[in-house]
């Protein structure tokens, strides 16, 4: 694997590195797996189908001087600080989740090196014992696939807890009451300094290989970078529901699932939109969700419109028939509103 450095090391917000990322996977004369690491002011970072308001506390990030990012990938809200670390990895594998696995299982060897007890049995987090380490996310270009995640070298406790506020139900079905309490650090478990850790997690996983850009990279990624800070994509609007259902489910193996839906005056589906914090493996309304448009919401009517659709295509580990589960027991169950 080739790491990847900048020409300086200047402080950047945290939608350049996700520019960097798509820089990187669209440069042709770039063979192979590359990554870097890298470092932030203290941001909220939101999964492409979160719910931010939801999800986060934005009166308290705006009072704190947090930023809140959204980005391309699925998955869950992350903290970033500069007491962590950010790993981002470009890698020309089709094969999203083997290459996540692959990904996952060369950073829990990295700290298994220094000493830690590290595992990467779980959907997309790296533990220390028990206790979630690092968190990633994975989505999927033409030709390429990102992988990037967090690293807790350490925790500020107060913006951690506070900035980000998940749902009950993903509390409860990690079997703990905050996000604070299910979280460990390398700091401790380990001696290590912050820069002695970025050397190692370099050198473990590249070597000496390396790829600099230059400051006319660096111009186009920053070009690429401004499409994160476009109105509607952060907030994106609500539609107007005459008729709407909305509820949540949290899927083991799958993430959290929040479906809302917009019938028509005939009681069939209008409009169907999901949030949550779930991976997407392809695009979510072409593949999946535009096959439930006019169909009644019925379990009968949905798996005749579904005939011949994998779910876990679209939303890994979801089945088609668990995904009509979801809907036909929820829809019985929750308040229409104007």
């Not at 850790?197 to 473990?204: E, L, Q």
């Amino acid at each position: 694997m080739i790491y990847v450095t900048l020409p300086d090391d200047r402080p950047r917000r945290l939608p350049f590195y996700l520019a960097m990322e798509e820089y990187l996977a669209s440069m042709p004369g770039l063979e192979g797996n590359v990554m870097f690491m890298w470092q932030v002011d203290p941001t909220v970072i939101c999964g492409r189908n979160q719910d931010v308001e939801k999800e986060v506390n934005l009166a308290y990030c705006r009072e704190n001087s947090i930023d809140v990012v959204r980005r391309k990938s699925g998955g869950g809200c992350v903290f970033a600080d500069r007491s962590n670390i950010m790993f981002s990895m470009v890698t020309p594998s089709a094969d999203v989740c083997t290459t996540f696995s692959a990904y996952t299982g060369m950073v829990a060897g990295m700290l298994r090196a220094i000493g830690l007890d590290a595992t990467d049995n779980s959907r997309n987090d790296i533990l220390i014992g028990d206790r979630k380490v690092s968190g990633n996310a994975f989505y999927h270009l033409p030709g390429r696939s990102i992988v990037h995640g967090t690293m807790l070298y350490d925790i500020d406790p107060r913006h951690m807890g506070r900035a980000i506020t998940p749902s009950r139900a993903k509390l409860e079905s990690k079997g703990v009451k905050s996000v604070n309490s299910r979280l460990t650090t390398v700091r401790e478990h380990s001696s290590i300094t912050l820069p002695e850790f970025m050397a190692h997690a370099r050198a473990w996983l590249c070597g000496n290989a390396e790829y600099r850009l230059t400051p006319d990279d660096v111009a186009a990624i920053e070009v690429l970078e401004q499409a994160y800070y476009r109105p509607g994509w952060l907030l994106r609007p609500l539609r107007h529901r005459s008729a709407a259902v909305t509820f949540s489910r949290h899927v083991e193996g799958v993430g959290e699932i929040r479906p809302d839906i917009t019938l028509a005056p005939d009681g069939s589906i209008e409009c169907i939109n999901l949030t949550g914090d779930f991976f997407l493996l392809s695009d979510l309304d072409t593949s999946l969700l535009h096959r439930l448009k006019g169909v009644l919401p019925t379990r009968e009517a949905m798996t005749s419109a579904l005939a011949g659709v994998d779910a876990s295509l679209t939303i890994a580990g979801l089945s088609t028939g668990l995904f009509i589960d979801i809907l036909t027991e929820n829809l019985k169950q929750t308040t229409i509103y104007e």
